[in-house]
Structure formats: C-alpha cells, structure tokens
C-alpha cells in the first residue's frame, strides 16, 4: 500500500505491543503478571468521577471551546499558581485529550521540515514519533547514566547543531523514574534560553515525586531564566484518570492560541464530561491533594519493595534508582547470548517462559534496559519481580 510520506517512518507504540502479546496469552489461559502498564492501577477517586457523572446528567455533553472550560482552564492555573514562580495566566492554559496531544500540539506548531528536536534520553517511545510527524528530526541525547541520564549542559552541548529548535523532555521521567533537582533543571533552562531553543517539559507525572513535595517544574523557575517554553501536564496520572484523557499544556498566550487553532482542526475540544470530572479535581486543591498523597504513599512502598526485591535477588543488575513515576528501569544486556541479542529478546523470552510481562529498552531508545511498572499490588509486583530473577539468575554468570 502507498502511504502518505508524513507515516511511512511512524511505528506502532511498543508498550502497547507489549501490552497487547501479554493479554493474548493471558486469553489463552497462561498465568501472566503485567509489569508493562504505565498507568495507576487505583480507581479514579468517586468524587471526580462524580463531577462527570454529573456533568452528564446535567446536560453538559456539548461542545466546549476548543482550549476548553474557561471555568477548568482557570482552576488549572490556581491549581498550579503555589507553585510557580510567576503569575500564571489561564488565557495560557491549553486543555486537550492526555498529554499525548498536548505535546504533538506543541511540536507541529513549533517545527517543522529542516529543524533538529533534542529528546532526553532514554525517552518515551511516542516522543520520535511525535516529532517526526512535525516532519522535523528527533535527535535523543543522554546525560550521564550514573546520574539517572538527566540532561546537563555537557551533554547537550554536544549534540546542539544550528539546526537545533527544541528540547523535548520529562521529569520525573518516563522510563527512567529520575527527577531533576531545581538547580538541574535551572541549568537545562538557562542552556536553553541562552540558544533561543524551545524547551517542553513534560511533567505529567510531577506529583508522584519520593522525595518532599511535588518535583521541581519549569514553573518553578524565575520567568527571566526561562527563554520560550511550553509545560505539559495533565490528570492522567497523579488522579488515576488516564482513560478519562485530560491533558494540558501550558505556554505564553499568543502559542497557545496557535494550539488551539491547530486542535480545532484535531480533536476539537476534550470531553466535556472528562473535562467537568478534571474540574472536580483542579477545582478543590486540598481534596486531590490528599487523595494523590494516598496514592504515592503506596507507590513509595511498592518503589521500596521492587528496589529491595532487586537486592536480594539481582544484586548486580544496575537500575536508575527511582525517585518519581513508577517505573524501574534496569540493565539486560547481561544476559544477553544464545541466540539473545536485545531487550526485545530478553522481554519476550521472560514473558514467553515465565510469564512476566516488562517493556524492552528499544521503546525508549536503550535496548540494553527494560522497564517494569510498580503501578499494581505488592503481590504481583513481588511475583513478578521473582519470575524475572528466576529466569535472569542463571544467565548472570
């Protein structure tokens, strides 16, 4: 079949192939544990999902503006205003479905054909594809992996050409789980600003930070450190409503209104019952607060047991020690022989003969590593997690 030129490198999602290989073996009658998910195994909180159900009933099944409720876009902006260090403005506040959208929304606006988009590295498996339907090139660059591969300006120095018009990356990180300090994340800023380069800062996972508070954002930051810029966040994650599909971004008013312009053409505006159950939660700070606290108590926990499990049973495998998200991102190249030679292999065979089911590093740029997901019950992350050093133990030689 001919295809357009703006698909023909696009690949499918290699999570969702993961995802997908585990339930037609589940369906076939194998016991299978999933370690693949990236998404919180809680319930939405009922008094969010209300706000929908509400909405619903009340009528509000409509179209809203194509940036959203100006009610949320505002609680949005006074959600986040504790924490910024300017006033945010909700005319800046571009709400859209996940996250997802929010960063393909930013990069078709911003570039485009002969332009270089800088990817931390290893990074989440949709951020080449994004950019390269923006028809511009994805370039990943890593800082030092003793450091979790956070960015620093070493690093990109060495991979900025003058064909550089952005930097794409997220902390805390998917896959990694590592969290950049404010003074990393003031650096990144600066290096940025000082070149004229986009810096998008995906934060989708910011509250699910182990450390005290939530993670340092670019809001954070001093406007006069910041050159242009956009913040991606969104409910998915922290409020264990990722089918709900909310996301924003958040960037000067005159980019967001190009955004919007664009999403017109998309999507059009987000759900109006998914946005009116965002609202219940944007729209009581200390109630969703409390409830998100909950929740990364028990990713706190479920870190602590995977971390100690990976002691005992796997002490040289090397792994990014997670301070945020939740996901441990290990090495696999160890066992790598017979006829093994990738993460893929590795992922497939663990999953095929013990019935684990992880992400391979290809999805995220490194086929040395694989990442599992503590987002699920302390049974099964520790089954799982013992299914992979069953199989892992006699190939470490």
Known sequence: MRVSPNIERLRPSATIAVSTLARR?????????????????????????????????SGGTRYTPTPGLVELRKAIACYHQPESASELTWEGVVVSSGAKQSIFNACFCLFGP???VL???????????????????????????????????????????????????????????????????????????????WLISDEIYQRIHFGPGIAASLLSLPAETLGPNVVVNGASKSYAMTGWRIGFSYSDPVLAQKMTALQSHVTSNAATPSQLAALAAYGDPERTNAVVDEMVCAFRRRRDL?????????????????????YLYF????????????????????????????????????????????????????DGIRRIARWMQPRLG
């Not at 992996?145 to 070493?154: I, Q, V």
């Open 331 to 382: 090495r696999v190249d160890a066992a790598f022989g017979d006829g093994l030679s990738s993460a893929g292999d590795v992922c497939t065979a663990i999953l095929e003969e013990e019935g684990a089911a992880i992400v391979p590093g290809e999805a995220f740029g490194d086929s040395r590593y694989a990442r599992l997901s503590f987002a699920t019950s302390d049974e099964l992350l520790e």
């Open 119 to 197: 990817m931390g590295a290893p990074y989440w498996t949709s951020y080449p594809e994004i950019i390269a339907l923006a028809r511009a090139e994805p370039v990943p660059v890593a800082g030092p992996e003793s450091n979790g591969f956070k960015l620093d300006p070493e690093a990109l120095d060495a991979a900025v050409t003058d064909r550089t018009r952005g930097l794409l990356f997220s902390s805390p990180s998917n896959p990694s789980g590592a969290v950049y300090s404010s003074d990393e994340l003031a650096a990144v800023a600066a290096w940025a600003r000082e070149r004229g380069i």
């Open 114 to 116: 002969g332009d270089e």
């Open 306 to 326: 995977a971390v100690g499990l990976f002691g005992e049973l796997l002490p040289a495998v090397h792994f990014v020690p997670p301070a945020g998200a939740f």
């Open 25 to 57: 073996l589940k369906a076939e009658g194998r016991d299978i544990i999933d370690l693949s998910a990236g998404q919180p195994d809680f319930d939405t909180p009922a008094w969010i999902a209300e706000g929908g159900i509400q909405g619903i009933r």
